[in-house]
């Protein structure tokens, strides 16, 4: 048996819908983008959705309409995947690491104030593996010390937090649509906020740093190509048709896991919590504290032998070789992240996983761990 660690949900209508695009002229900042912006703005409820080409371009564009730049430090979490930090860095801003909780595996709310400085502009907080960091005690804090507030929602579309959906807090927040992704347009992301300075912003720098004006050659600022294609937005435009239904699928696979491993004492399942409403990009457990790092990593190398499609999501972003070289962070700096990272198992999930899939991924997981130290 062969089972992916993700797998996209393509059905007809998608087909179908990428197939019309092909049959008109509008294959770029055609029909296609508008109807997608509008329809993602209409489902996170915010006022303004610009579409890009990807969720690092979302999020650099978010950070440039926001005017960060040289000499600014951004407070953020080691545990992500490395473009939440990376975007900072494309404008020579500092990334300063705050550690996470242990449970929620978000960054730890409690040890923000403590490294904010009159350096400090904006606070970059992530919805890790779709669970919403705490967004109130964020607000409060950014509120307090006058930060900007960015979300990194790019694993969480469809997340809420005390009733409100994940993309609504901040200024303005990021969705990815890469293929491992809740939906996906092959490649891309959207950019949301209510702030429509950040919106104007965002759309000219998009596409070339264009105004308004009918002067295709003609640039207001600097810019980039971060498009998404009409094609991708089509693809898009089907997948949003039946989030319901994509949400509704990962969340049965991921009750199905939690049914099967809750009882297990070796790892721990994803939290969960009644403010809140996880939406579930991948599935991770992590190993109990007795479990070493060497130990993690011949668990994902047996499932692959097994032909069972795992990962150690994530490599903390402080100890990934270019940070280490460019700011001197070492083994140590943030302990939690640290401790967490080297034991996370992420396991195959997507829409379509059966239950005999998934008793084998369990039955496999258990009997590997149990023939560790034999
Ligand atoms: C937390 C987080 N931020 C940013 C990104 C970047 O998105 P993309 O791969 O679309 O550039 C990802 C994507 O994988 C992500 O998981």
């Not at 703005?41 to 730049?69: C, D, M, P």
């Not at 396991?347 to 258990?366: G, T």
Request: net charge negative; aromatic share 10%; charged share 25%.
């Amino acid at each position: 048996m062969e089972i992916p660690l993700s797998s996209p949900d393509i059905t007809g209508l998608e087909i179908e819908y990428v197939t019309k695009v092909l049959r008109t002229p509008d294959l770029s900042l055609g029909p296609k983008l508008v109807e997608f912006e509008t329809k993602m703005a209409e489902f996170v409820g915010v006022k303004y959705a610009i579409a890009v080409n990807s969720g690092t371009s979302a999020l650099h564009l978010i950070i440039r309409a926001l005017g960060i730049k040289d000499g600014d430090e951004v407070i953020t979490t080691p545990f992500s995947f490395i473009a939440s930090a990376n975007c900072i860095l494309f404008e020579k801003a500092e990334p300063v690491f705050v550690d996470i909780d242990p449970l929620t595996l978000n960054i730890d709310v409690n040890r923000i104030e403590e490294r904010i400085t009159e350096k400090t502009k904006a606070i970059l907080a992530v919805d890790i593996f779709g669970y919403p960091a705490e967004w109130n005690r964020l607000e409060q804090i950014a509120k307090e010390y006058k930060l900007k507030l960015i979300e990194d929602s790019c694993e969480a579309l469809g997340a809420e937090y005390k009733g409100r959906k994940a993309g609504t807090f901040g200024e303005a927040a990021a969705f990815s649509f890469y293929p491992n992704k809740q939906m996906t347009t092959g490649e891309g992301a959207i950019i949301v906020t209510n702030d429509r300075e950040v919106a104007n912003l965002c759309r000219s720098m998009r596409n070339q740093g264009r105004g308004n004006s009918d002067d295709w050659l003609e640039h207001q600022r600097l810019g980039y190509n971060y498009r998404p294609s009409d094609i991708n937005c089509a693809l898009g435009i089907a997948q949003l048709k039946r989030i319901e239904e994509l949400l509704g699928k990962r969340e049965r696979v991921a009750q199905m896991y939690n049914m099967k491993l809750k009882d297990w004492q070796e790892v721990k399942i994803p939290c969960s919590s009644p403010d809140v409403r996880r939406s579930w990009f991948v599935y991770v457990v992590v190993l109990q504290d007795k479990y070493s790092r060497e130990d993690r990593d011949n668990i994902l190398q047996e499932l692959r032998k097994r032909g069972i499609g795992c990962s150690n999501y994530f490599t903390p972003i402080h100890l990934q070789p270019f940070y280490v070289e460019m700011f001197g962070f070492r083994q140590g700096g943030f302990p939690v992240t640290e401790h967490v990272s080297e034991r996370t198992v992420a396991l195959p999930f997507y829409n379509n996983l059966s239950e005999p899939e998934i008793d084998f991924v369990v039955q496999s997981l258990k009997e590997i761990v149990s023939n560790l130290r034999k």
